[in-house]
């Protein structure tokens, strides 16, 4: 399918570990005041997006990821009046549960079948090793979520869904600062190896006259590698990055070296969500300066016309 530009994409915050109701509006971005959504909106560990783009192919949506639980996903989707059954595809980023964990519940509450874009190795069991000893295994449950009407599409290389959205497939790793995370494991056949995030895809959209909006969910690849990525396969500047970051477990040199790649890529919105770190989120923002947007759940992004 031909990947289409957009004239305007929305990207609405369903999701996410911070909320902050006092936080100002922007040309970019708008917030939800106290009083202009149903109900209160929630905030927790984990991250989902309802995304829209218009253009000459008509109005399309996607939701990307359903957080960790699907009590705050239904919560704010009902307090934002953004209902399951208008939802038209499903984008898991990758195979981590404060991504997939309320996609059971969004499922039932949705009541109809609905096609699910990931990468085949996001059903493999994940774990992370800390000092108080290992967390998980997550797994997909694949044959529940089947049976309550996913239709999973799988892909490894770019792919284009709903004419808009570009899956960037496996992204490579061009950015020697970035390393893979030494706590990830997953299993496969039984056995316990590093996890490389080979699941974890990009989403990429263009807007007319505006350049690319890149969609991350964890970055586990790398936010720059994943913004390169998306510069070669849109062949264009890289206008607003969006999405967790994950430079919480990253060094000090590793989350300066990334803030000053994105000075260097001039992108003119960025906006960690997240687990992107408190001291990454706060370096981000004395760098960019107005460039710069702080996430919060329920926020309203608008590129284009």
Known sequence: MEWKEA???????LVDN???VFEPS???????????????LMAGHGYSLFIEADGEA?????????SHSDV????????LSIKPRSVEAF???HGHVDHFGGMVGFLKSRGKGID?????????????VTPRGKVGPWQLPRGELEALGARFVTNRKPTVVSQYFLLSGEVPRVVSFEKPWPAARILKDGEEEPDTFADEQTLVMKVKGRGLIVVSGCSHPGIINMVKQAQELGKDKVFAVIGGFHLGVVDQDGIDATVDAFEDLGVELVMPCHCTGFRATLRLAEVLGDR??????????????
């Open 116 to 128: 699910v874009y990931t990468h085949p190795q996001s059903f493999l069991p994940k774990l992370v």
């Open 18 to 20: 911070y909320i902050d």
């Open 292 to 305: 710069f947007a702080v996430n919060c759940v329920g926020s309203l992004i608008e590129i284009g016309v």
């Open 58 to 66: 008509g109005a399309r949506n996607l939701l990307v990821d359903s």
């Open 26 to 40: 922007t040309e970019l971005v708008k917030r939800i005041t106290p009083g202009q959504a149903k109900k209160p």
């Open 7 to 13: 004239q305007k994409v929305k990207v609405r915050i």
């Open 72 to 79: 705050m996903l239904l919560h704010n989707m009902e307090a």
């Open 91 to 93: 984008f898991l980023t």
